[in-house]
């Protein structure tokens, strides 16, 4: 018996006087882009979800940047799914025709709220009149659904757009709240977002904490921490090693400042010049590839460090499994942006890939420097280093924390478990007997 089997024999006891929720919880998840390389996690969320009978309907407003990358299961999730962008002219004028004669007041309202509210710019304050455009768009799509509720993952623009179609629809919302830019540097409307859901969950205590911080008023009630989920069985270490024997240091991210790769690269260029022969395999794009590649060619690392690009998540696994050691030297931005827990570094853990990464936000709340991996200072290219060149040195340590990380990934990341919280935290009526302990 499922999980949602017995949730549903237990509904079925209770007496008949009290008040039943609908047989099967219907959500949309508003998605920004999906699915993608970054965000696998929403992934193995939405099919647990599926696979406890919840009928979940994928609403994304732009199509994969990169379609030849996705793994066939990340393509098979793509059935189905509602992109709104690019939207019909007609479709979209007449959503909002249909929706102005039909909720007028609600329409005209909130409409009137956002963009009244503070924003950092003109030009936020015009990105939130077109995601209200796209928003009118998603509830007329979705009206016919009899949805129960709209679940937005990141507190940006999908949660923009949660809000508005949750009014227009009559229904609640709620929130899966992100480390990313739209947290620690743009929180356009994030007050309001939150203090209109339901509820919301986030992955790291840092991202309440810091939400508690600058939106000054106590969040304990209003949003849970949950952290995210692996499937373990998919990472299991099979101890291959690189056919040239030389040590290989993987790194896995989106090729963007906050992921510290430029640092990454200062490193491996300090860690030569003390003579280690080693190989360093970065995997991932995004808007920082030419500055790195300037790097390496400045420093004439070409026969040591290698970008391969995005590459598929088996071979992603692939990677870990090959890997020396993982480093993932996280910094914060000149404007605050920042990671919370990078999920490749559970997934390296998971892997035995003796984890070096830094003390940036929420990182040290999976990553316990000399238990379960090391960290350095952001920014400090010399103590990462240090602490690169003692794993190289030391396979003993390099053992003892690739033991102690998987533990620490069984105990903690399992992606049933975690699902199983987050259901029960979120829609306790569906699923009140799962276990959300921990």
Not at 105 to 119: D, K
Not at 140 to 158: G, K, Q, V
Request: aromatic fraction near 6%; include cysteine.
């Amino acid at each position: 018996m499922t999980d949602f089997d017995r949730v549903e024999q237990i509904r079925s006891n209770r007496s008949g006087n009290e008040r039943r929720p609908p047989e099967t919880l219907r959500l949309a998840y508003l998605i920004g882009t999906y699915p993608g390389l970054t965000t696998t996690f929403i992934d193995r969320e939405i099919r647990a979800l599926r696979a406890w009978g919840v009928n979940l309907q994928i609403v994304a407003i732009h199509r994969p940047d990169n379609p030849a990358a996705l793994s066939p299961d990340q393509n098979a999730l793509q059935t189905g799914a509602i992109y709104l962008l690019p939207a019909a002219p007609i479709t979209l004028l007449l959503a909002h025709l249909y929706f102005f004669l039909a909720r007028p007041l609600v329409y005209l309202r909130t409409l009137v709220f956002l963009v009244t509210r503070p924003h950092l710019s003109l030009g936020s304050r015009l990105r939130t009149v077109q995601h209200f455009g796209m928003a009118v768009y998603a509830a007329y799509l979705l009206r016919d659904r009899s949805l129960t509720e709209l679940h937005a993952h990141f507190i940006d623009r999908t949660a923009t757009l949660a809000l508005v179609a949750a009014r227009l629809l009559g229904i609640p919302y709620s929130l899966s709240i992100h480390a990313g830019a739209d947290v620690f540097v743009e929180r356009v409307l994030a007050n309001e977002k939150i203090v209109e859901a339901r509820h919301a969950v986030t992955c790291t205590l840092h991202n309440r904490t810091y939400l508690e911080h600058v939106l000054g008023r106590d969040l304990q009630d209003k949003i849970s921490h949950i952290r995210h989920g692996l499937n373990l069985s998919l990472y299991r270490p099979q101890a291959h090693r690189p056919a040239n024997g030389k040590p290989l240091i993987v790194s896995v991210g989106q090729l963007a400042e906050r992921k510290g790769f430029a640092q990454l690269i200062e490193v491996c260029s300090l860690l030569r010049a003390r003579g280690y022969e080693f190989r360093c395999e970065i995997v991932g794009e995004g808007p920082q590839r030419a500055r790195l590649e300037r790097m390496i060619d400045a420093l004439a690392l070409h026969d040591t460090v290698t970008l391969c690009g995005a590459l598929r998540h088996g071979e992603v696994i692939k990677k870990y499994d090959d890997a020396t050691l993982f480093a993932l030297l996280c910094i914060v931005t000149a404007e605050g942006d920042m990671d919370g827990i990078p999920n490749v570094i559970a997934e390296a853990m998971a892997m035995r890939a003796p984890v070096v990464s830094t003390t940036v936000s929420a990182i040290p709340e999976l990553v316990v420097d000399g238990v379960n991996g090391l960290l350095a200072p952001p920014g400090d290219a010399t103590a990462a280093a240090a602490a690169i060149a003692r794993l190289l040195d030391e396979p003993d340590l390099r053992q003892q924390l690739a033991d102690n990380a998987q533990r620490t990934i069984e105990e903690t990341f399992d992606v049933d478990c975690n699902v199983r919280r987050f259901a029960a935290t979120l829609w306790p009526e569906w699923f009140t007997n799962l276990t959300i302990d921990g």
